[in-house]
C-alpha cells in the first residue's frame, strides 16, 4: 500500500513537471486593463500575437477585455509584455484547445 501511494504521487509529480517544461499546446488569456487595453493591444500586435478586444461592463464603468490565445512556451513573454504596461491587470489564464480555424499569431 505505501510502494503503490509512493508511486502514484512520484508519478504525478514527474507528469506535472514534464508538462510545465514541455509546454505542449495552448493557453487562453483574457486581460481586463482600465486604462492601458489599447497600449498592451498595440504591443502584444507588435510582437506578433493575435489579440482580440471585447468591450465589457463593470461595476465601476465600462473596460476592454483582450482575449489572447497562444502557444504555452508563449506565456512568459506575454506575462512580461503586459505587466510591463499595466502591473494592476486582471490576467485569467485557462487551457485551450483548438477546434477548427485555429491559427496561432498575428493573422496575414
Given at each position: 500500500?505505501?510502494?503503490y501511494a509512493a508511486g502514484f504521487g512520484a508519478?504525478?509529480?514527474l507528469g506535472?513537471?514534464?508538462e510545465q517544461k514541455f509546454s505542449v499546446g495552448y493557453t487562453q488569456l483574457m486581460i481586463i486593463s482600465k486604462h492601458f487595453s489599447d497600449a498592451i493591444a498595440d504591443e502584444l500586435r507588435k510582437s506578433k500575437?493575435?489579440?482580440t478586444l471585447i468591450p465589457g461592463e463593470g461595476g465601476s464603468g465600462g473596460v476592454s477585455i483582450l482575449m489572447?490565445?497562444?502557444k504555452r512556451k508563449d506565456f512568459k513573454s506575454v506575462k512580461e509584455i503586459v505587466e510591463k504596461i499595466d502591473k494592476d491587470c486582471f490576467l485569467s489564464i485557462q487551457a485551450s484547445?483548438?477546434?477548427r480555424g485555429f491559427i496561432p499569431g498575428a493573422r496575414k
Open positions: 500500500l505505501i510502494g508519478g504525478n509529480i506535472i513537471t514534464l500575437f493575435g489579440v489572447v490565445i497562444i484547445q483548438a477546434y
